[in-house]
């Protein structure tokens, strides 16, 4: 994948725009339509990098420096980025600074790796699908469920070192479902890895490196290879 979804989006919705506004003007020319501004000078180039820090993070290339700190202190503002929940919301993201976000994610990041190294020592071993898609690591990831995709993915390097698929399973309660006999398994995978066909198997989806889907505890727990014990780093 070239290009995350935040820039395919941002770019469909610009091109709409432009497109209902030469239409609603009639016969002005291209160029007119052309002034058309989508996003305040002002703010153009900060917005061109929060982009690229995102479709940086989102394609998990990490090639911008200081991409994880923004990714890290991205996620720690908690924005709420359902439109209809938040009014405010293009609002928020235009006021971004890249260097406060950058700096915040930089105080937090080694908390949260210390946090993620901790859950990665008590990897275990489970055999997908019961043996019908192979074997990963998995961890139990109650308390740092929001951590899933980094945790997934360096999971999903272990995993692969442990000459098992290149995929780590993320496994978590969802309180809003009310049942502690319901998990949520997260698996992030590595490079060609396809973890769709596990997903979808169980009434879930995602895309090749990021799905997920619901399961029992009582299921997942015939996926536990022997005894289980966790595997150390």
């Not at 503002?77 to 235009?94: G, P, R, T």
């Not at 070192?161 to 319901?182: C, T």
């Amino acid at each position: 994948m070239q290009r995350s979804g935040a820039t395919i989006a941002f770019d469909f919705f610009r091109n709409k725009l432009l497109t209902e506004v030469s239409t609603s003007r009639g016969n002005e020319s291209g160029k007119d339509v052309a002034k058309v501004k989508y996003v305040p000078d002002n703010k153009a180039e900060t917005v061109h990098k929060l982009f690229k820090f995102i479709e940086d993070g989102d394609l998990w290339r990490w090639k911008i420096p200081n991409s994880k700190a923004f990714s890290s202190g991205l996620k720690d503002l908690d924005i709420e980025f359902n439109v209809n929940a938040n009014n405010k919301l293009f609002d928020q993201l235009l006021e971004l600074d890249p260097e406060h976000v950058i700096s915040h994610g930089q105080a937090t990041l080694l908390e949260k790796q210390r946090l993620i190294d901790d859950c990665l020592e008590k990897s275990y071993e489970i055999s997908l699908g019961c043996g019908q898609f192979g074997s990963c690591l998995a961890v139990d990831a109650d308390a740092i469920s929001n951590l899933r995709s980094e945790l997934g993915n360096q999971l999903a390097s272990k995993s692969r070192d442990f000459n098992l698929r290149g995929i780590g399973a993320v496994v978590y309660k969802v309180p809003e479902l009310n049942n502690d006999q319901i998990l949520k398994v997260s698996l992030r995978s590595l490079e060609q890895e396809d973890t769709t066909c596990i997903s979808q198997e169980y009434g879930g989806g995602g895309h090749r490196n990021a799905s997920s889907f619901i399961l029992s505890v009582t299921e997942f727990d015939r996926w536990k290879v022997g005894s289980s014990r966790p595997k150390g780093a």
